[in-house]
């Protein structure tokens, strides 16, 4: 499998996935902290932790979906394009194997992106000396939260990038989910939880709420087991939707 996933990031060592990561990140924390000084500078109580968290999950909702379908259809399209999958049965690889191998590629690539993003957030908070201590307690389940619902919209992703030689149907998909994931505040939980590109905002450690004494405030949220729960099984029911399309796709 260690040799497999090499192979996968050799492959993919021209196609500059490198860089629109670099650019859909610096669009998306620029938008954020845009936002947040905005709203700093209306309001001086928003310069905590909770603010930024809560901005940049709720932006995910909307980068991340098409992050995902362009990097999951640039590493599968190159099998499609170079027309490598008898190339690939030749040489006895097993195509089990193969979709683990892409999709541990992809996910590393997409976890180094939650991870930058972390990193900024910190930096940004302790520029404009956010109050309270250092939020381990947020920033964990924040990362945590995130990386569970782009490990289930990945495999969504490769599945149909796999399964539909042209790309232009899995790219639609990615942007479809950004379209759920900016608007999911707007749908009552039933709804919202069918959806996984809403669990963006879902499993975020902070949510915003409207009371008349206070106004809008910024609420720390409890760990959502059962949302999570949710994920993992919708992970494991795409994950092996995957593999068993492309074991039974005629090559």
């Known amino acids: 499998m260690l040799k497999m996933l090499r192979l996968e990031f050799f492959k993919i060592r021209r196609k500059k996935i490198w ?4 650019l859909f990140l610096m669009v998306e924390m620029f938008s954020a902290f845009i936002s ?7 309001n001086p109580e928003d310069a905590r932790w909770e603010s930024i968290i809560y901005l940049v999950s709720s932006m995910n909702g909307l980068f991340m979906p098409i992050l995902t379908a362009i990097v999951v259809s640039r590493i599968c399209d190159m099998e499609h394009k170079g027309d490598t999958w008898k190339m690939l049965v030749a040489t006895n690889v097993k195509r089990g194997k193969l979709f683990s191998a892409k999709y541990i590629c992809s996910n590393i690539l997409l976890l180094v992106v939650l991870i930058v993003q972390t990193v900024f957030m910190v930096l940004y908070g302790n520029l404009n000396n956010f109050s309270g201590s250092f939020p381990f307690h947020l920033l964990i389940p924040f990362l945590g939260g995130a990386l569970i619902t782009t490990l289930v919209v990945t495999a969504i992703q490769q599945w149909i990038s796999l399964a539909i030689k042209n790309q232009a149907f899995a790219l639609c998909l990615g942007m479809i989910g950004a379209f759920i994931g900016m608007t999911a505040a707007m749908f009552p939980s039933s709804i919202r939880h069918l959806f996984i590109w809403a669990y963006y905002l879902d499993l975020s450690p902070v949510s915003y709420s409207y009371t008349e004494s206070l106004g809008m405030v910024y609420v ?9 729960i949710a994920a993992l099984v919708m992970l ?5 939707l995957g593999r068993i399309q492309l074991n039974r796709q005629e090559i």
Request: glycine share 0%.
């Open 19 to 22: 860089l629109m990561m670099i």
């Open 36 to 42: 947040a000084s905005q709203s700093i500078a209306n």
């Open 220 to 228: 720390p949220e409890s760990l959502n087991v059962p949302l999570i």
């Open 236 to 240: 494991a029911v795409f994950y092996h």
